[in-house]
């Protein structure tokens, strides 16, 4: 049993179904990536789990240790310990960059700022009083969002898409947080198209069309999506020689 | 100015105190404060550099600061303006001249505590001289019953190469009335600054009118004003910048929160009449950011306490 289960999730938006009766563990102190086609569910998957307004109209069940939480808020969530790094982080007008991170920690000292603030390579002294706003590079953000998580010591962390817009830097030091969380025994799920990203995980399952259609090895799962995905004309839908090829 | 009596540094202590934290600033002999109850200068002190004359009015005082020229005022200069009574009229009639390369940051808190019906008007005129930097801060603090109708109306000039910097703040306690009308005239190579940042609540009335006038080549400003309402506050604000000469740069900037049934309305007005001059200006009102709730709902914090931190944020 992980710590995470998906049971028969459904979703659908504007019509479509995005998640099809998905059923996923993630197992506790792992780090996990979903991958797959863009459009295929990986960020909605994400958005259904932090339990995000668009998304909560699912169906299916979502445990937490084994209890439902697909009816609770998304703040209710995060008191539990699941929270969400977002692919483009927001941008806050004015609010410093030391009370965004303190507004979840675990302890709100201004020691937890620095801590944090220096595990993802930003000098406190430059960044505690600086705002969250459009004078700070999407990298810098990116870090500043995982300061503020590893601030708060979650149990389950969502990090969509950690690579997108960011330099060579700010991506070593997302994989320092990274390595954080997991020697804290965080439950980590990556959603990533990055091979880079890729070799942080210990497990990886393929979405597509809303459903897994296989999990398992990185290696292998990559490969296969390397293989197929990338070149598949069937709009996220793979056939049924392609689903009983891959299925376990 | 004459040494306060008992009585009126017995009252400048209660005004003070009504500040909370902001009330401790009138320690140290080179800090200049003045403090006005009603119509009675409770408390004063003055530093080499600037002189102030004050006249009692009916309701009020008429005052005359002066900054000498190059004077240099380390430490803030601090005001207090305010009424203990649960009513009643102040009125501030203020003169502020800061000759050339004078330099004088002044902190108002404005405190009625206890307001039903008070009126606090402020009529001002400032002139800048040359070179010289003049900051004025307005801090007000206000009682839970929005008892208070607030009216200051300042005219200032920047002379050449002068910076000039003000905010104006009321987000403790209940809005009232707000009546705020500020113009000022830049002349070349000034810098105006100038911000509003208010909160409405409950049946609060707000009216902002912020102008500037890049007068003068190379003058530059921005004005900003940034309102967070709730229940069934309303706001207007008016926000205008011209500019008539080369180089002259502005940008005016308006952001409103609105939430309940709160309304706001933002007409920022720029008139360009040089070619070489720019001015730009954004205004957006709308409900808290739904990302950024949700950013700070998914660390934790509620609906209430992630709107509550945004607006701390925009008018921080």
Sequence with gaps: MGVLELRDVTL???????????????????????????????????????????????????????????????????????????????????????????????????????????????????YAARAVDK??????????????????????????????????????????????????????????????????????????????IDKGNVGRIDGYFGDKCISCGHTNLPTVEELAGVAE | MSAPTKAQVETARELLASLGDFGGHIKGDDIAHLEVHGNEVVG????????????????????????????????????????????????????????????????????????????HKMDADVVIGPGATYEYFERHLHGAEGGVVVVPKTRVRVREGARFKTEFELIKGMAGVIDFDYEVDCDAFSTLDMIARIIGRGHDRIRISETGHLNGEGAKAVLQSHLALRDDAT??????????????????????????????????????????????????IGSVDSKQLQTLMSRGLDEDGATDLIIEGLLG
């Design chain 1, 135 to 212: 004078t700070l590079s999407g990298g810098e953000r990116k870090r500043i969002e995982l300061a503020s998580i590893l601030a708060m010591e979650p149990r389950v962390v969502l990090m969509d898409e950690p690579d997108s817009g960011i330099d060579v830097e700010a991506l070593t030091r997302i994989f320092d947080a990274l390595a954080d969380f997991k020697e804290r025994g965080a439950t980590v799920i990556l959603i990533t198209h990055s091979q880079e990203v890729l070799k942080h995980a210990e497990h990886a399952f393929l979405l597509c069309d809303g459903r897994i």
């Design chain 2, 235 to 284: 706001a207007e604000v008016y926000n205008t910048l011209t500019a008539s000469a080369p180089h002259a740069r502005g940008h005016v900037d308006c952001k409103e929160i609105v939430q309940g049934n709160a309304v706001a309305k933002a007409v920022p007005v720029v008139e360009v009449n040089h070619p070489l001059a720019h001015v730009t200006h954004e205004a957006a």
């Design chain 1, 12 to 126: 659908e938006l504007g019509g479509r179904r995005i998640l099809n009766g998905l059923t996923v563990d993630f197992w506790e102190g792992h780090v996990h990536a979903l991958i797959g086609p863009n459009g295929a569910g990986k960020s909605t998957l994400a958005g259904a789990i932090m339990g995000l307004p668009d998304y909560r109209h699912m169906r299916g069940e979502i445990l937490l240790d084994g209890e439902p939480i697909q009816d609770l808020p998304v703040d209710e969530r995060a008191r539990r310990g699941i929270t969400l790094a977002w692919q483009e982080p927001a941008r806050f007008e004015g609010l410093r960059v030391d009370r965004f991170i303190l507004a979840g920690a675990k302890e709100r000292t201004g020691a937890t700022v620095r801590r944090v603030l220096e595990r993802v390579g930003l000098d406190p002294e430059k």
């Design chain 2, 44 to 119: 004063a002190h003055l530093v080499p550099g600037l002189q102030v004359d004050v006249d009692q009015l009916d309701e009020g005082i008429e005052a005359w600061i002066h900054l000498d020229k190059g004077a240099r005022i380390a430490k803030p200069v601090h005001l207090c303006f305010g009424m203990l009574p649960t009513e009643g009229l102040q009125r501030i009639v203020m003169h502020v001249e800061a000759e050339e390369d004078s330099f004088a940051s002044v902190q108002a808190h404005c405190t009625f505590p206890n307001a039903i019906a008070v009126t």
